[in-house]
């Protein structure tokens, strides 16, 4: 994330430094250096982004410990350091003059308030709606987004697909969906000097985590909840920690100074009404199975171009039809909860929003569809848990039915994440599809071919070399997908959508998705490179 050139943060450790700021960083002790009132120009946790003037926040780490690099940012011009309780301020063998010492009880919490205050709250001068949720959150992003600019109404945004700042869109470089606290606040502060006026914030269930405090500090004013399904248990420890973390976005609009503050549920998920019970806050349902709810479903008809729905709008006592542009069935519920989100947050009807909806744009990754004159389909999606595969294949595999296609699927499992899904990954695709290439996903330290390995037990309908390949080198998956491919049949290319890198232990090698696939086709004769 890159903060715009006409927007240099520079401010007095003092001027933002207030007691309040304190007692919410945990703040036990600080030790001046050679200036008493230093000037920070900004807020790093890695000490080689360090400028003169900036904060290093020692953070603990998974793989290394930020203390171990004190001595670097204060090497490179750091004016301030921020360190849990171990530091020891008066062993003076440990500080340094020309720097302020700040010793906290935890500098994740530090790094939250501090940020917050620095960039001058600016959560609390934009209305803040957080999406969370297993599945849809960047695609719910962009389209409340979309509606909310076609309505002529100055909006950013932060997904793990692309983020807006009110003037430009830009992909975002970093594979975390929700970004440290010091890149959220900076990012909502150059929002504000841009004039927006809504955010729309994805909040993953690691950035609303207190163990993180990645959005610890941010005020939100409305919370939708797409679904709970099993995911990042390796972090999370367990399914009731990982769905309580979730609804920390939900807790949090208590703290919202704003009206209307409210929540949107899937009233379809079992934790629907858990998710009611975290808040205060009036909270608004959508089904696609018809339950009597704000926003619900009653007939869907779904294609490859669009999706064709008729729903029941309670509240508002009307029946609107809704015709988008976003191939999958799974983009109906999309649309049905931003539609409930934007409609709620301006008083209006759903019905009033329908004509929108044939302009809203598909995310990028997310069932994007590719066309240079080959015989087959050719679709690409981020689609990466045992939930997302249950909604992507069995509306895919109908429609092959109906013209005798066979699918042909290209997919992996992220490295040091949880692994139980992977055997449940190899199950829904070995049910729907009838050729498996498993292929890297994001190894990072694990073996690629161990990965590869426990998806396939999974798989006990296919034969290794008939129809189920491992293939861990990706590029070589996808035309081996694309070789066996017959006409009519579907190539559908999982798990890494929108992403700009694959991650190995030794290194992160540049790599997307959908150019990769352009140019497998190419090379077979199928448009240009």
């Known amino acids: 994330m890159t903060q715009t050139k006409n927007t240099p943060y520079q401010r007095r450790l003092k001027d933002f430094l207030d007691s309040n700021t304190a007692q919410r960083a945990g703040i036990l002790d600080l030790k001046p250096g050679n200036d008493e009132n230093p000037l920070v120009t900004g807020m790093e946790y890695d000490s080689r982004k360090i400028k003169p003037g900036n904060i290093f926040f020692a953070l603990p780490g998974l793989h290394t410990d930020g203390t171990l690099y004190v001595k670097d940012a204060l090497e490179r011009g750091a004016s301030v350091i921020v360190q849990g309780e171990n530091l020891n301020l008066n062993d003076q063998s440990s500080r340094h003059p020309q720097a302020a010492f700040i010793q906290v009880k935890d500098p994740r919490v530090a790094m939250s308030a501090l940020a917050d205050a620095f960039y001058d709250h600016p959560s609390r001068h934009l209305t803040v709606i957080g999406v969370t949720g297993t599945e849809g959150k960047s695609t719910c992003v962009y389209l409340i987004y979309q509606l909310l600019s076609l309505l002529g109404l100055k909006t950013g945004y932060l997904s793990t697909v692309s983020l807006g700042d009110g003037l430009t869109e830009i992909w975002n470089p970093e594979h975390q969906t929700t970004p440290e606290a010091t890149k959220v606040h900076e990012f909502l502060a150059i929002m504000r000097k841009n004039g927006v006026k809504y955010a729309v914030l994805e909040a993953s269930s690691h950035g609303l985590s207190k163990r993180t405090m990645r959005l610890g500090d941010v005020i939100f004013d409305v919370g939708l909840m797409t679904n709970v399904n099993h995911e990042h248990l390796e972090?999370?420890?367990?399914?009731e920690q990982y769905r309580s973390d979730i609804a920390e976005l939900f807790r949090a609009l208590d703290n919202s100074n704003q009206v209307p503050s409210f929540g949107v549920v899937n009233a379809d998920d079992l934790s629907a009404s858990w998710f009611k019970d975290a808040t205060r806050q009036k909270t608004f349902s959508y089904s696609t199975k018809g339950a009597k709810v704000d926003l619900s479903i009653e007939l869907i008809n779904s294609s490859n171009d669009g999706n064709y729905y008729e729903v029941n709008a309670e509240p508002w006592e009307e029946k609107i039809c809704i015709k988008d542009?976003?191939?999958?069935?799974?983009?109906?519920?999309?649309?049905?909860?931003?539609?409930?989100?934007?409609?709620?947050?301006?008083?209006?009807?759903?019905?009033?929003?329908?004509?929108l909806i044939p302009h809203l744009k598909p995310v990028r990754g997310r069932m994007n569809r590719l066309e240079q004159g080959q015989p087959f389909e050719v679709l690409v999606d981020y689609a990466h848990t045992?939930?997302?595969?249950?909604?992507?294949?069995?509306?895919?595999?109908?429609?092959?039915?109906?013209?005798?296609?066979?699918?042909?699927?290209?997919?992996?499992?992220?490295?040091?994440?949880?692994?139980?899904?992977?055997?449940?990954?190899?199950?829904?695709?070995?049910?729907?599809s009838d050729?498996?290439?498993?292929?890297?996903?994001?190894?990072?330290?694990e073996d690629p071919m161990t990965i590869l390995k426990e998806i396939a037990k999974g798989i006990s309908n296919k034969t290794k070399e008939k129809d189920l390949f491992l293939i861990p080198d990706r590029p070589e998956a996808i035309r081996k997908a694309f070789s066996?491919?017959?006409?009519?049949?579907?190539?559908?290319?999982?798990?890494?959508?929108h992403e700009n890198s694959i991650i190995y232990a030794q290194e992160t090698k540049p790599y997307d998705e959908i150019k990769e696939a352009e140019a497998a086709l190419?090379?077979?004769?199928?448009?240009?490179?």
């Open 235 to 239: 972090f999370h420890g367990s399914w």
């Open 435 to 445: 050729l498996i290439i498993l292929a890297d996903e994001d190894p990072r330290k």
């Open 522 to 529: 190419a090379e077979m004769g199928y448009g240009v490179i």
């Open 386 to 432: 045992p939930s997302s595969f249950q909604a992507v294949f069995p509306p895919l595999r109908e429609q092959q039915n109906t013209k005798n296609g066979r699918i042909i699927v290209v997919f992996g499992s992220a490295g040091e994440r949880d692994t139980k899904k992977r055997n449940e990954q190899g199950k829904i695709a070995d049910q729907y």
């Open 325 to 355: 542009r976003l191939p999958g069935a799974f983009n109906a519920w999309n649309v049905l909860a931003s539609l409930l989100v934007v409609s709620n947050l301006l008083s209006r009807s759903p019905g009033e929003l329908v004509p």
């Open 484 to 497: 066996l491919a017959q006409n009519g049949d579907l190539v559908l290319l999982l798990g890494k959508g």
